[in-house]
């Protein structure tokens, strides 16, 4: 009876470990993370905003997918900037040089769980959660977009639709082949291995929606 109940406790603790979701875990998880990593975390030097923020409206929604049914997940970013437009041009000619940033510790997606997660075992993984960039050209429904993630810049090629002085902004990225952010990638994939039925896609797709 002794060894039945012992064995019980191990199994208990082993499910417990491999939980994608659950909230005191991941307290306990995250005060861990942040007493081992606080003397890296000093070091990191954060990226800040430059130049004015802009007065135009914008909006940015992410999609990212799990299972191997492709299951789409939606959010966005508590915190976001961007700079150096010139708001009194038209949308393509206010948006050409401006500059973006996001906080990925700020990140939202309509679960409190879900967004603990993406903190803790994603953006916290790479060796800086800030995204920030620039825009290039806008034209013939164009444009090219350079993006730093965990301190690697790339420069994509994005399609954009203006419509009533707004301008709806898409394309994707790919954590592994651009940003080659496999540690924040693995952890999470780990962290959430039975949640996702062991298939986390490595694809985000991208929406900016920016208007006067």
Same mark, same amino acid.
């Given at each position: 009876m002794?060894?039945?109940?012992?064995n019980?406790?191990?199994?208990?603790?082993?499910?417990?470990?491999?939980s994608?979701?659950?909230?005191?875990?991941?307290?306990s998880?995250n005060s861990?993370?942040?007493t081992?990593?606080?003397?890296?975390e000093?070091?990191?030097?954060?990226y800040?905003?430059?130049?004015k923020?802009?007065?135009?409206?914008?909006?940015?929604i992410w999609?990212?997918?799990?299972?191997p049914n492709?299951i789409?997940?939606?959010?966005?970013?508590? @915190?976001?900037? /961007?700079t150096?437009?010139?708001?009194?041009k038209?949308?393509e000619?206010? &948006?050409?040089? !401006?500059? =973006?940033?996001?906080?990925?510790?700020?990140v939202t997606s309509?679960?409190?769980?879900r967004?603990?997660t993406?903190?803790?075992?994603?953006f916290?993984r790479?060796?800086?959660?800030d995204?920030y960039?620039?825009?290039?050209k806008f034209?013939n429904?164009?444009v090219?977009?350079?993006?730093?993630?965990d301190?690697k810049?790339i420069?994509?090629?994005?399609?954009?639709i203006?419509?009533k002085?707004t301008i709806?902004?898409?394309? @994707?990225?790919? /954590?592994?082949?651009d940003?080659d952010?496999?540690?924040?990638?693995?952890? &999470?994939?780990? !962290?959430? =291995?039975?949640?996702?039925?062991?298939?986390?896609?490595?694809?985000?797709?991208?929406?900016a929606i920016?208007?006067?």
């Open positions: 002794i060894r039945k109940k012992f019980y406790i191990i199994l208990s603790a082993l499910m417990t470990t491999h994608c979701v659950d909230h005191k875990d991941k307290t998880m861990s993370y942040q081992s990593q606080h003397g890296i000093n070091t990191i030097k954060r800040k905003p430059e130049g923020e802009s007065s135009l409206k914008k909006e940015l999609t990212a997918y799990k299972t492709k789409a997940v939606d959010g966005s970013f508590k @915190s976001i900037s /961007l150096n437009t010139k708001d009194d038209s949308l000619e206010a &948006l050409e040089g !401006a500059k =973006f940033y996001c906080d990925g510790t700020t309509g679960d409190s769980s967004d603990g993406l903190t803790l075992f994603f916290k790479l060796a800086s959660p995204i960039g620039s825009f290039g034209e429904n164009k090219m977009i350079t993006i730093t993630l301190k810049t420069t994509k090629e994005f399609t954009y203006f419509k002085n709806t902004i898409q394309g @994707s990225v790919d /954590l592994l082949k940003f952010s496999q540690r924040a990638f693995t952890s &999470l994939h780990h !962290a959430c =291995f039975d949640l996702h039925e062991g298939k986390t896609w490595t694809e985000v797709n991208l929406t920016i208007s006067k």
